[in-house]
């Protein structure tokens, strides 16, 4: 396969399985998936953008080891949205 053939099928994947779990959402809650090829950070905001979205919501796991030099990708969301961006943090393991 070319790495073209490769991205597309990933791509298709993607959502298809983003599909799937939508489904089990009220459907008042997802107007659609979307699926980008490229760096997540960038993709986020470039959707963002393209879908002309008020604000975007991301997850964070929280800083840790190298995360701290090269930044994780909600930090570079939150750096380079044009939009506001709400972080929200996984609940502490017990």
Do not use: F
Request: charged share 20%; aromatic share 4%.
């Amino acid at each position: 396969m070319t790495p073209a053939a490769v991205a597309e099928l990933l791509e298709g994947e993607a959502k298809k399985y983003l599909d799937k779990l939508a489904l089990a959402l009220p459907p008042n809650l997802v107007l659609g998936t979307l699926v980008h090829i490229g760096s997540p950070w960038s993709a986020i905001c470039q959707a963002a953008e393209d879908q002309n979205a008020d604000m975007i919501v991301i997850g964070s796991h929280g800083y840790s080891g190298i995360d701290k030099l090269i930044g994780t990708t909600a930090a570079k969301v939150v750096n380079h949205a044009k939009q506001s961006v709400l972080v929200v943090r996984a609940p502490e393991k017990i």
